[in-house]
């Protein structure tokens, strides 16, 4: 069920041109990659810099890793978390603006936060259908934005041949419950089709009243998903992960806890054996 209507979707794109350049999209020359970012400016483009800005990115291929994200907090005043996981094929943006002045924040033209997160992928298909047939990947999109001010939510859809024509779905979400699916069908003939597509989610505040809070919370996750017909497999992808997670290896740091814990389980056991361990006693002389 589609819950913006068009008047959303056109103030959704006014919006956006009022947010940071490097928190709007990968580079449009990157096809296949995970993107996340965060940003918190209570001066907008202002002199004075951002209270938080965060960025991660990963394009290398095959992709070393599924999934990353970036979060930050400051108590009684912002919060916020972006994720992407082409995986588990989730994407989660949650954000929060606190105002306990007696002023507004924001100039409700310029984003005082955003938090965006963005997959980009190219996949192949192997038919043994004889003749067209249709491929549709969706993107469904479930959350809340709540509070007094103003905010929007958006999410995007782009799905198509690799080098061809394509298809692309969209929403922009005001205050209440967010329940939409995105969908973009295209026709493929062939035993072999090569499409690529990207997909993102973001939540932008622009002004909080006085007072109040404005909350998104879009990381009930957007999930990702393709509709094929039978005949027809998903047999490989670019980043080498599409729905495939990859566990995370824990860092240097990491695995050296990890060590000193196993090394210190081993020595408390070895002493508890020894403790439990007599040695024989002597026979009694007979008397």
Known sequence: MRIA????????????????????????????????????????????????????????????VSQIAVADSLPGSFDYLSSADIGLLELKVYGQLINNSANPIGDGETAALNVRS???DVLTFNSNIVGPYTITFELDVDGQVSGNGQAIANA????????????TDSGGYSFG????????????TGATAMMDFTAWLSFAVFRVDAGSSVTGALDNTATMRLVLPPGVELTGSASGTFGVPIPAIPEPATWAMMLAGAAWVAA????????????????????
């Open 156 to 167: 995007f859809l782009d799905f198509g041949l690799f080098g061809g024509t394509h298809g």
């Open 177 to 188: 419950i967010v329940n939409d699916t995105l969908s973009v069908s295209r026709q493929v």
């Open 268 to 287: 408390r056991s070895l002493r508890s054996q020894r403790r439990a361990w007599k040695p024989p006693g002597r026979a009694s002389p007979q008397g």
């Open 118 to 120: 963005e997959v980009r």
């Open 5 to 64: 209507h068009p008047p959303v979707r056109r103030l959704a794109l006014v919006l956006l041109a009022a947010l940071p350049l490097a928190a709007q999209a990968l580079d449009p020359t990157v096809e296949t990659g995970l993107e996340v970012t965060g940003f918190v400016d209570f001066d907008g483009f202002g002199p004075l810099p951002p209270v938080s800005s965060q960025k991660q990115s990963v394009v290398t291929l095959p992709l070393p």
